[in-house]
């Protein structure tokens, strides 16, 4: 095994066992393992649907896209980047087919749990678009926060005068933030709030904050949430497959 050739630099030979030595040391070892007992599992799954045919015309059109979003429709452009990537094209468009076929087996192990998961934790991918008012002392947040309530004062006004964030130069306005991302305090402090109400002062980071719900976002399960989820849940589901699996590096 010691002078099984697995790479050479020139006329040097760097075996399995060094280049597994390599990753030891670099603390690359554990990636590299778990990577390779992931396309084990992905493989075992892809022989056990033997029948699982990827339609040409969808193949050649994400192979079209690729070239389109990579700058590589001009043929010789294209054919420099396969030799650049010691690729030809049959093996390069063979990756493919099997890409889109791992996309199908994605969908297929993960179609019952998805709707599911989602339901379940819906409220987290909510979104919610915020302003606030940061400042230094309770009670500045205390006066300001009386301003707008009592006397009508304008919070994008307040915050352009007033605010230590950044988001001052845009009145307050944060954006669209994930529920799930927001800390604890904050999300527990608005999850009855109704669009318009403004909650606190709260104290974050030495600071006081008054912060208004401008907008809820309701999660739908498609694009971006449905594949980060789809991805989440594969991940759980080739793991799976491993559990009371007894797996062991035969190379020391």
Known sequence: METEKFITIDDETISLRQAL??????????????????????????????????????????????????QLVQSDRFDQWLQSQSLTYTTFRNQFAAGLKIEEIKTKVTAEQL????QKNQQAFEQVVLSRIVVETFDKAIELKAQIEQTG??????????????????????????????????RD???????????????????????????RIPATLEG???????????????QSKL??????????
């Not at 992931?38 to 050649?60: N, P, T």
């Not at 402090?189 to 904050?209: C, F, H, K, N, W």
């Open 21 to 70: 030595g390599y990753l030891r040391t670099s603390g690359d070892l554990q990636q590299f393992i778990m990577k390779i007992l992931r396309q084990h599992v992905i493989e075992q799954e892809l022989q056990s649907q033997a029948d699982l045919e990827i339609d040409g015309s969808l193949l050649e059109q994400a192979i079209i896209n690729f070239r389109l979003q990579n």
């Open 115 to 118: 709707e599911d998961y989602f």
């Open 153 to 186: 004062a304008s919070f994008e006004a307040l915050a352009k005068e007033h605010s230590l964030a950044g988001e001052k130069a845009y009145n307050g306005m944060m954006g669209a933030i994930l529920v799930s991302q927001l800390p604890p305090a904050i």
């Open 189 to 215: 402090a608005i999850s009855t709030a109704q669009p318009g109400d403004i909650v606190g002062p709260m104290e974050l980071e030495g600071r006081y904050s008054l912060l208004r719900l401008e907008q």
């Open 224 to 238: 971006q949430l449905k594949r980060q989820l789809q991805e989440q849940l594969f991940e759980q589901w080739w």
């Open 243 to 252: 559990q009371n699996k007894n797996v062991k590096l035969q190379v020391e």
